[in-house]
Every structure is written in structure tokens, then in C-alpha cells.
């Protein structure tokens, strides 16, 4: 069943008796499975309220100012090059096939590649991870993508699983939470957005255009009290979700957002 409606779809999401679809226990440590057992999103009831709790206390204490900062600055690196003192093989070799390509490409082909080209290189978790006192290497960002691609479906490989396990390694579960929603959706949120045709917005403000009528998420699933699934449209306007599932870190993942499409634009 798919539920569509702004009200009757409010009304599902605010309903505690539509869960999640249930997720199997029993994993072997280290594995998608065993991360997925252990998260607040696949959680139901005092599960899902104390782990929730873990995340919107490491959210508490992340500036959404300073995480924009962050985000505009680590963009403009991978742009232009690092810092002096700061130089890396992949910002420099990025750097150099940008010259060569932005010499030749329109002004849409050029914010296009240059927000593929940031976005390749993991911005949300080069700034979340810091902030949340994990250290951000090339290693990091390869992992947090790779568990992503499984994270949502739960379908696994023996890369993904592996991944699972560096992370673990790394950082707690909410830190790898935050970490995994982050990526997913902020990413898909810039894509959509630079993919838009061009208007004359402020970027907070064609981000908020993108959740409204493009957003990354358009569907998510729950389980009824009979134990049959649903699906709950959250286009328009509940891109973040609602009730006591809404996202908690919308504002973080907006302002990480703003900064990388605001400097993306002041290169075109």
C-alpha cells in the first residue's frame, strides 16, 4: 500500500504502531547485519527511543554555523587546491584535471563537474567526522560511502561487510549514524539541487526549492500493527520526515549543505 496525502501520511508517521520494516538479530559482530541490529533508524520502541537519544546528543553539541564554515572551506580546497603545508596526491591531481576540464566546458557542465568532483570526495563525512572527534582520513570516507550503498537495503557484500568493521574500529554507533545519514542524503540533496534548471536563488533557498519539489528521499517504508508494509509518499514537504522519526540532524545536514552549494556557485 502506498499512502500518500499530507495529512494521512503525518498522521502514519506519527503513529508509534508504524515501525520499521523489522531487521534480523543475530549478525556476526562487525557486519551490515550486525549495524543495522544496532541503530536507532531499524529500532522500535524503548530501543529506538534510547538510541535516537545517543544521536540527538552527539547532534547537540555540532554547531550548524561552524559545520557550514567547514563545509564552504573544504569545498573550496578540493576547487582550487590544498592549503600550503596541506598538499595530498587527491586534491593536487584534482585539482589539475579541473584546469584542464573548466577550460573548455559551459558554465552548467562546469558547476555539474565541479560538484561531482567535491561530492566524489566525501565532503559530509570530511566535515562530520572531525566534529565528531573521529578522525577524517581518505580511509573514512571510502568506508562510510561503501557502507552506505547496503545500509538502507541491507543487501551486503563482503566489501560492505568489511567496511562495517573499519568503522566500528573508528567510531561508536551514533558517530557511524550520523555519519551514514549524512552522506546518503546530503549527497543526493546536492546533486538534485545543481541538477535543477538555473534560477535566481540564494542557496539555502534552493535547497529548501529541492526538498519542496526534488527531494532525496521521496518514500520510506513502515510496518503496520498486522505486520503488512507500507509505503508513505514524503513529497511534498516532509523530506526530513515527521513525528518521532523525524530527522534529527536537518539543520546539520542544511548547513553542510549551503556551504558546499554556495561555494560550488562562486566558482561558475
Request: charged residues 20%; aromatic residues 2%; contains cysteine.
Amino acid at each position: 500500500m502506498f499512502i500518500t496525502g499530507h495529512a494521512e501520511v503525518r498522521a502514519v508517521l506519527s503513529d508509534p504502531s508504524y515501525v520499521p520494516p523489522p531487521v534480523a538479530a543475530g549478525a556476526e559482530p562487525g557486519t551490515l547485519g550486525w549495524l543495522r541490529a544496532r541503530v536507532s533508524r531499524f529500532a522500535a520502541g524503548p530501543a529506538h527511543a534510547e538510541r535516537r537519544a545517543l544521536v540527538e546528543a552527539r547532534l547537540a553539541v555540532l554547531d550548524p554555523a561552524a559545520l557550514r564554515t567547514a563545509a564552504a572551506e573544504t569545498t573550496r580546497t578540493l576547487l582550487t587546491g590544498p592549503a600550503a603545508g596541506q598538499a595530498t596526491d587527491m586534491a593536487t591531481d584534482m585539482a589539475a584535471d579541473m584546469a584542464a576540464d573548466m577550460a573548455t566546458s559551459e558554465a552548467t557542465d562546469r558547476t555539474t563537474d565541479m560538484a561531482d568532483r567535491v561530492l566524489a570526495h566525501g565532503v559530509p563525512t570530511r566535515v562530520l567526522g572531525p566534529a565528531l572527534g573521529v578522525a577524517c582520513t581518505d580511509a573514512l570516507v571510502s568506508d562510510v560511502a561503501t557502507v552506505a550503498g547496503g545500509y538502507l537495503s541491507g543487501v551486503t557484500t563482503p566489501e560492505i561487510d568489511a567496511a562495517v568493521a573499519a568503522l566500528a574500529a573508528v567510531a561508536g554507533i551514533p558517530e557511524i549514524t550520523i555519519l551514514l545519514q549524512a552522506h546518503g542524503a546530503t549527497t543526493a540533496l546536492l546533486r538534485n539541487a545543481i541538477a535543477r534548471p538555473p534560477e535566481p536563488l540564494a542557496p539555502d533557498d534552493l535547497l529548501r526549492d529541492t526538498l519542496r519539489h526534488d527531494p532525496p528521499v521521496r518514500a520510506t517504508k513502515r510496518v503496520d500493527a498486522t505486520g503488512a508494509l507500507v509505503e508513505v509518499d514524503l513529497t511534498p514537504d516532509l523530506a526530513f520526515g515527521h513525528g518521532p522519526r523525524r530527522c534529527p540532524g536537518s539543520g546539520h545536514a542544511m548547513a553542510i549543505a549551503t556551504g558546499v552549494l554556495e561555494t560550488i556557485m562562486e566558482f561558475r
